[in-house]
């Protein structure tokens, strides 16, 4: 009998391409997969070989590209309030929570697999009685734990969100509109499962959450940490998602730059600082939210971009570097930097994974995507994080000395130096130097661990012992009553 495999990623690219690399995993071993969400994902996830249905019912139009403004654009139509951003999806899911489950339900899956930032796929699944899988496309549960939020993700505390009134009125909102209590048993963006974890990273890169250092956290989730598996990068670049753009001509515009400069002798430097910085978090980011202790994504990026270009624009560098410096899709987003040293070009959108191999180093805001890609290729980091797992990711790459970088990684948009920056980069590029031998030790590691494959393994054994320890049919409970 073909296994039925519900996925409920969120339609971010770093959390999305772990999902689509295990999704083809799953496919050749013979699965029949279904993702939900918006139309943003629906060209990856078909291509990925799963079939595409849209999610929210509703909320908004089925074409709609755009999750975040649209989500925006529902709240300020329907006069919801403002609520901190780790609530903002479980408040706007309760419009529309049993659109979302039948949709679910008319797959009749035998597993969903979700992101653990997706309180509506855990609704869904107790709704259905489908047993609930999360897959991790971070750097394990401690990211998420008490210290690392209240550093990482927002100037709210975890003690503050769950005492404040907006989360008991998104909990209440929930509990009126389908009778499940949403943070009974998890918390927002901490929405783990009780019966399988898969954690798209190796454990030596991975941050536990602690009973000490993360007691509210620990307290929630202690038994869910102990059904984790950990399987490495989850990355296949046929399924990739590239980026908010995909420019075949602009790809090929970079990859000739590469060999002019090979031919010139000099190594290559890719700096990226993902798509959420240079996209959502450019102009707007939600109340509270710190990218790297600036206010914005565009006051983040030239402070790291700066220091960069007059890092490399000395007269010893312009000789021996060329750098590609991603600047994302805002037009003149560079016009801030100045006028640029004539080894340093300007990229909107990359393919990531595949320029990687064609580089020597890799400056990066250590998302766990991009942490895993350079390291399955080898590459030293020069780690730049903005907020949410990138500063636990960059510690954790320098205690294991696959990267270079002097500064707070909590603050790095604030403390970095043009000099520190200037070292770091001939540190990364020094081709028998100990950043490189790590990075290449790790990222040996990594592939071992299996990635999607094991990914894909780990779930259908897990789905063939529910089966084993049922054998009556499954019972979807809330279907007749959607």
């Known amino acids: 009998m073909t296994i039925s495999v519900a996925v409920v990623p969120i339609p971010f690219v770093g959390h999305l391409n772990p999902f689509l690399a295990v999704v083809k995993a799953l496919v050749k071993a013979g699965a029949r997969v279904t993702c939900f969400g918006d139309a943003s994902i629906k060209k990856a996830v078909v291509k990925a070989g799963a079939e595409y249905r849209f999610y929210y019912g509703s909320l908004f139009e089925p074409d709609e590209k755009h999750y975040t403004l649209a989500v925006a654009k529902v709240k300020e139509e329907r006069g919801l309030p403002d609520v901190p951003h780790p609530l903002s999806r479980a408040q706007v899911a309760t419009l529309c929570i049993h659109e979302m489950a039948a949709a679910v339900a008319a797959v009749n899956p035998d597993v969903i697999v979700f992101d653990p930032f997706a309180t509506d796929a855990v609704v869904v699944s107790r709704l259905l009685n489908i047993p609930p899988v999360s897959l991790i496309p971070y750097s394990g549960m401690g990211i998420m734990g ?9 100037d709210i505390s975890l003690a503050e969100l769950i005492a404040s009134k907006e989360f008991q009125e998104v909990r209440e ?40 250092r993360d007691p509210i956290a620990f307290g929630y989730n202690k038994e869910a940490q102990e059904k984790q598996v950990f399987v490495g990068g989850c990355v296949e670049l046929d399924a990739r998602q590239n980026g908010l753009m995909d420019d075949p001509k602009e790809h090929e515009f970079l990859c000739e730059k590469i060999d002019e400069a090979r031919k010139a002798g000099k190594q290559i430097l890719l700096a990226s600082l993902g798509t959420v910085v240079t996209g959502f978090l450019w102009e707007s ?23 960069l270009v007059k890092a490399v624009g000395v007269e010893a560098l312009v000789q021996k570097v060329f750098v590609i410096l991603v600047c994302g899709p805002f037009p003149n987003a560079a016009e801030g930097l100045g006028e640029l040293p004539p080894n340093v070009v300007c990229a909107k959108s990359i393919r990531q994974a595949e320029l990687l191999t064609q580089c020597d180093a890799f400056l990066s805001h250590l998302g766990a995507n991009s942490m895993t890609e350079a390291l399955i290729a080898g590459k030293p980091l020069i780690p730049f994080p903005a907020f949410g797992d990138q500063p636990c990711n960059a510690q954790v790459v320098l205690k294991n000395g696959a ?6 990684m909590w603050r790095s948009g604030q403390s970095a130096t043009v000099e520190a920056v200037r070292a770091s980069v001939v540190e990364v590029l020094d081709q028998s130097g100990s950043c490189r031998k790590n990075a290449i030790r790790l990222g040996e590691k990594i592939q071992s661990a299996g990635g999607g494959e ?15 320890e049922n054998q009556s049919p499954k019972v979807n409970g809330a279907v007749a009553s959607l």
């Open 146 to 154: 008490d210290e690392a939020w209240s550093l990482g993700h927002t």
């Open 173 to 212: 909102g929930m509990k009126a509109a389908c009778g499940i209590d949403p943070f009974d048993e998890s918390l927002p963006m901490q929405h783990f499962s009780k019966d399988l974890n898969i954690v798209t990273v190796i454990e030596e890169l991975t941050r536990s959450l602690d009973p000490v």
């Open 285 to 307: 980011p939600p109340d509270g939210f710190k990218i790297g202790g600036c206010d914005t994504g565009r006051a983040f990026f030239e402070a790291v971009a700066g220091c």
């Open 403 to 408: 990267a270079s970088g002097s500064w707070e």
């Open 454 to 468: 094991a990914a894909a393994k780990a779930l259908l054994d897990f789905v063939s012992r529910q089966q084993c």
